[in-house]
Structures are given as structure tokens and as C-alpha cells.
């Protein structure tokens, strides 16, 4: 199958999977592969808009089903849409919130229409169908959408992978029958869509997924339904399962992966797009990604070292704040410690995306090692 007409390969690596690649949004060029931070209710946690692109951040991931409950989609329709309610005019990607209905295990049920659920901030009822999350991506104005899906938790059977698989393929039938009839001032018609494929943690159901939804006029392709506690290299085979299976020349997406190495065996494996909370989370609880490993700011072994978080590390805090220093400040509880460090680890993560970027097209390995669990 062709290329998607959003998306052009630009270089592949002679060792992998591993390509380079551009998406087109409506809203600017996206280079892959690329790490969107994520902003669930429109902010990226204790960062401004300015930051992230001085940062070298591409597009960022917000969330329907948060933004539906609060402040509204009314609220962020009558700003002008996502991009202005939170001055980013960059792209965005709006994930439908199937992995958060589906996490309140105890507060929904799976419906003919879609799923019924109590929202975790009020307990109200809402009915979340494949069409009213098109509708509400539509009105969030993002660049790329996900119709509905359903992810489930892990371990789960091979019934309920295959239920899943089925449901979730029936959901993108209905999603994209509600974009072709749907009024073409909703925006809908300048988003992007890219189909979920599920299946649990059985290559062949994942495959037999892939192929379904390849057989659908999406835009890409979103691996869902992973990292929910499985063993890493269970992640990895049933990625590397829809390599034959996946059109070439279309933007494939892995759904919540972060971590650096989890990112470079992720591109090996012919990923192009990913997302995770990962570096924000970590910075706000005091541990800096380096190369050396991971970095425990905390640790009173800082408290007279006036070095970088990271040598070498081009980053606002990097260039101004010691280790000691920003010790003190979590130690002293002040928020300011969180900021810097999440700063710099958003930033780790889009250098890394950068080197990848350069190492695919001059055919060098991508197989860089990060030892994740190891303090630095």
C-alpha cells in the first residue's frame, strides 16, 4: 500500500526497523520519530507553552475524555479550540480516553451504544459512544484524533482480547461513518484519524486487528492496549507482530511509552510517534533522566555538587542550576525543584528524539543503551 498522504518516509535504517519520516497536521510539520509530551487537561504539568518549544517539543498529547469533564467542551469550543484555549499553536493529538473509562473498571459498563460510566471527579453518568468521541475531538479542534477503544488491563484471556479486538474494530466503523456525515464545519474534515489496533498480548489477534483496520481509510495507525503492566518484552513481540502486517508507508503511533530505552527499542521496531507522562512524572518526584542513568536528586550526596544535572545537557536548567541547588529545593519544598527538573527530562527525551533522527538516515546503529534502573 501507498504512503498516507500525511505522512512521507524519508530515510530507513539498513539495520532495523528504524525509519525517519514527516507527518503533516494541519497545524505544521511533525519530524519523526517524535515524543509528545503529555498535557491530559491542556497543560503539560508545571510547564508553559514557551518552554516546551524552546525545548525543541514538536506536538503534544491532550485528552478528550479529561477536557469532556472538565472544563467542557463547550468552554474549550468557545476559546476558539484546544490550540488557543492553551496557546499552543503547534500540532496536538487528542487521545479519546478510552484507556481512562476503561481503568474505572467499577464505574462503567460496556453497552450496545458504546460504554456507560461515572465520572471519577462527581460520579455523574455520562454514555460514551464512538460517535460522541468523534464529536468532542471534532470540537477540541486537534490535529490527530483516536476513535474509541477498548483497552483492557493486564493479564486478561484470549476471550477478552478477541472481544476487545472486535468491539474496538466495530467502534472505528462507526467513528468514521460519523466523520463522512458529519457537518463539515465540526473541523473534522482537517483532522486526522488513526485507527487503535488492539488484541491483548496474542501476536495473532494484534495481526488480525492490524489488518482490519488497515482495511479502513485511516490516516495511521496506534498501538493501544500496552504498557498496562505487562513484562517489557511481551511489549516488544507484539509490536514486532504487525510489521508485516502494517501498510509501509503509513505513521505508526506506540500509546504511552517514555521511558528512553523503551523509546529507542520502540523506533527500532519501526515506530514512528510516542507519548508518556514519563518525564514529567519523574521530574516532579525529583529524578533526572541521564544517559548515566536515572538521577535521584533527592539524595543528600547532592548537596555540595555544583555540576549540571547532566554534562553536556543543553537545557535552561542544565545551563544554570547546579545538582546542590536544586536539591535544596525539593528539599526546602519548593516547586521551583520539580519545574527545573522536569524541564531538563522533557528535553532529554527530545534530544534523544533528535539523535534518532540523525543517526537512522546516515545508517548508524539506533540501539543506544540507557540503564534505566541504575542511579546516576
Given at each position: 500500500m501507498a504512503e498516507r498522504s500525511c505522512f512521507r518516509v524519508q530515510?530507513?535504517?539498513?539495520?532495523?526497523?528504524?525509519?525517519?519520516?514527516?507527518?503533516?497536521?494541519?497545524s505544521g510539520e511533525v519530524p519523526t520519530p517524535v515524543f509528545m509530551p503529555v498535557g491530559t487537561l491542556g497543560v503539560v504539568k508545571l510547564l508553559e507553552p514557551s518552554d516546551l518549544e524552546a525545548l525543541g517539543v514538536r506536538m503534544l498529547l491532550s485528552n478528550a475524555y479529561h477536557l469532556y469533564l472538565r472544563p467542557?467542551?463547550?468552554?474549550?469550543?468557545?476559546?476558539?479550540?484546544?490550540?488557543?484555549?492553551?496557546?499552543?499553536?503547534h500540532p496536538i493529538l487528542t487521545d479519546s480516553g478510552g484507556f481512562q473509562v476503561f481503568s474505572l473498571a467499577p464505574f462503567?459498563?460496556?453497552t450496545p451504544q458504546g460504554v456507560e460510566f461515572r465520572s471519577h471527579l462527581d460520579g455523574s453518568l455520562h454514555l460514551w459512544t464512538p460517535e460522541k468521541v468523534m464529536e468532542v475531538q471534532a470540537k477540541l479542534g486537534a490535529d490527530v484524533i483516536v476513535p474509541l477503544d477498548?483497552?483492557?488491563?493486564?493479564?486478561?484471556?484470549?476471550e477478552e482480547a478477541r472481544e476487545a479486538a472486535r468491539l474496538t474494530g466495530e467502534w472505528l466503523r462507526r467513528s468514521l461513518a460519523w466523520r463522512a456525515n458529519a457537518d463539515p464545519c465540526e473541523g473534522n474534515r482537517r483532522q486526522l484519524i488513526f485507527g487503535i489496533i488492539q488484541g491483548g498480548m496474542w501476536a495473532d489477534l494484534r495481526r488480525a486487528c492490524a489488518q482490519e483496520v488497515a482495511g479502513f481509510p485511516v490516516d495511521g495507525f496506534a498501538v493501544g492496549g500496552l504498557s498496562v503492566g505487562e513484562p517489557r518484552a511481551l511489549t516488544w513481540e507484539m509490536v514486532a507482530a504487525l510489521k508485516e502486517v502494517l501498510p509501509p508507508g503509513c505513521p505508526v503511533y506506540l500509546m504511552g511509552v517514555g521511558a528512553p530505552a523503551d523509546?529507542?527499542?520502540a523506533v527500532r521496531l519501526g515506530v514512528d510517534m510516542m507519548d508518556s507522562v514519563y518525564p514529567t512524572r519523574m521530574g516532579r518526584h525529583g529524578v533526572a533522566l541521564t544517559a548515566m542513568g536515572r538521577l535521584q536528586v533527592k539524595n543528600a550526596s547532592l548537596a555540595r555538587d555544583?555540576?549540571?544535572?547532566?554534562e553536556g545537557c543543553d537545557c535552561p536548567?542544565?545551563?544554570r542550576y547546579s545538582r546542590a541547588y536544586i536539591r535544596h529545593l525539593f528539599a526546602a519544598g519548593e516547586s521551583l525543584g520539580g519545574r527545573l527538573v522536569s524541564v531538563h527530562n522533557v528535553r532529554f527525551l527530545t534530544r534523544l528524539a533528535e539523535e534518532l533522527r540523525r543517526r537512522i538516515p546516515a545508517g548508524e546503529e539506533v540501539g543506544l543503551t540507557f540503564p534505566d534502573e541504575k542511579e546516576g
Amino acid at each position: 500500500m501507498a504512503e498516507r498522504s500525511c505522512f512521507r518516509v524519508q530515510a530507513r535504517s539498513p539495520r532495523s526497523a528504524a525509519r525517519t519520516g514527516v507527518l503533516r497536521t494541519a497545524s505544521g510539520e511533525v519530524p519523526t520519530p517524535v515524543f509528545m509530551p503529555v498535557g491530559t487537561l491542556g497543560v503539560v504539568k508545571l510547564l508553559e507553552p514557551s518552554d516546551l518549544e524552546a525545548l525543541g517539543v514538536r506536538m503534544l498529547l491532550s485528552n478528550a475524555y479529561h477536557l469532556y469533564l472538565r472544563p467542557g467542551v463547550e468552554v474549550v469550543e468557545a476559546a476558539g479550540g484546544l490550540h488557543r484555549f492553551m496557546s499552543w499553536p503547534h500540532p496536538i493529538l487528542t487521545d479519546s480516553g478510552g484507556f481512562q473509562v476503561f481503568s474505572l473498571a467499577p464505574f462503567r459498563r460496556i453497552t450496545p451504544q458504546g460504554v456507560e460510566f461515572r465520572s471519577h471527579l462527581d460520579g455523574s453518568l455520562h454514555l460514551w459512544t464512538p460517535e460522541k468521541v468523534m464529536e468532542v475531538q471534532a470540537k477540541l479542534g486537534a490535529d490527530v484524533i483516536v476513535p474509541l477503544d477498548v483497552c483492557l488491563p493486564y493479564p486478561a484471556t484470549r476471550e477478552e482480547a478477541r472481544e476487545a479486538a472486535r468491539l474496538t474494530g466495530e467502534w472505528l466503523r462507526r467513528s468514521l461513518a460519523w466523520r463522512a456525515n458529519a457537518d463539515p464545519c465540526e473541523g473534522n474534515r482537517r483532522q486526522l484519524i488513526f485507527g487503535i489496533i488492539q488484541g491483548g498480548m496474542w501476536a495473532d489477534l494484534r495481526r488480525a486487528c492490524a489488518q482490519e483496520v488497515a482495511g479502513f481509510p485511516v490516516d495511521g495507525f496506534a498501538v493501544g492496549g500496552l504498557s498496562v503492566g505487562e513484562p517489557r518484552a511481551l511489549t516488544w513481540e507484539m509490536v514486532a507482530a504487525l510489521k508485516e502486517v502494517l501498510p509501509p508507508g503509513c505513521p505508526v503511533y506506540l500509546m504511552g511509552v517514555g521511558a528512553p530505552a523503551d523509546m529507542v527499542e520502540a523506533v527500532r521496531l519501526g515506530v514512528d510517534m510516542m507519548d508518556s507522562v514519563y518525564p514529567t512524572r519523574m521530574g516532579r518526584h525529583g529524578v533526572a533522566l541521564t544517559a548515566m542513568g536515572r538521577l535521584q536528586v533527592k539524595n543528600a550526596s547532592l548537596a555540595r555538587d555544583h555540576r549540571p544535572l547532566e554534562e553536556g545537557c543543553d537545557c535552561p536548567t542544565c545551563a544554570r542550576y547546579s545538582r546542590a541547588y536544586i536539591r535544596h529545593l525539593f528539599a526546602a519544598g519548593e516547586s521551583l525543584g520539580g519545574r527545573l527538573v522536569s524541564v531538563h527530562n522533557v528535553r532529554f527525551l527530545t534530544r534523544l528524539a533528535e539523535e534518532l533522527r540523525r543517526r537512522i538516515p546516515a545508517g548508524e546503529e539506533v540501539g543506544l543503551t540507557f540503564p534505566d534502573e541504575k542511579e546516576g
